[in-house]
């Protein structure tokens, strides 16, 4: 039983067209796998910037520099800010707030979820920003703007606020083993 060319080629014709099928499923497929694989490196680099800010906030250096900070909110408190402007004192501090500021823009650009900043350190964060407040004031009205440099800090730790106060009619969460 010989097959005549039309058939043959109907028949191979037919094989294409079930190659290319198979072949746009398989591509189908490898980018659904690679979507899962993109977005997991998405999750493991926020969950390591996260990590790195929370090793970053928990060194000695840093609880010195927020010492820093309250010391000097407390002595300039009065309004005297004599001699602070362009100090060492001053620049340490605004690199410190920097941080935060730092931290606020990674949130609202979503490199860092918000929900596990404000878990981790809203209490930190807040009580930083209370400190920085009257120095920032102090800066806005030195450098004449009227924008806060610090808006991003500000944001976060009022995002951190709400989060405390939403928090405190939650149930305890129970530890685990206890």
Not at 63 to 85: C, H, I, M, P
Not at 159 to 172: G, I, T, V, Y
Request: proline residues 2%; hydrophobic residues 45%.
């Amino acid at each position: 039983m010989a097959l005549t060319v039309p058939e043959i080629t109907f028949i191979l014709s037919a094989i294409s067209s079930a190659a290319v099928i198979a072949g746009a499923f398989f591509i189908v497929l490898q980018l659904r796998q690679n979507a899962r694989l993109i977005q997991a490196t998405l999750a493991q680099n926020r969950n390591d910037a996260a990590f790195s800010i929370l090793e970053r906030l928990t060194q000695e250096s840093t609880a010195r520099r927020r010492k820093q900070l309250r010391d000097v909110s407390e002595q300039r408190k009065t309004g005297n800010w004599d001699g602070y402007f362009g100090s060492l004192e001053d620049f340490e501090v605004r690199n410190f707030a920097y941080q935060y500021e730092l931290i606020g823009q990674f949130v609202r650009e979503g490199i860092i979820d918000l929900g596990l900043i404000t878990h981790m350190l809203s209490y930190v964060i807040v009580t930083d920003w209370l400190a920085f407040r009257p120095i920032a004031d102090y800066l806005n009205t030195r450098f004449e703007t009227k924008i806060n440099p610090w808006i991003h800090f500000q944001w976060l730790a009022e995002k951190c606020r709400q989060h405390l106060d939403s928090s405190e009619h939650e149930e305890e969460v129970p530890i685990v083993g206890a």
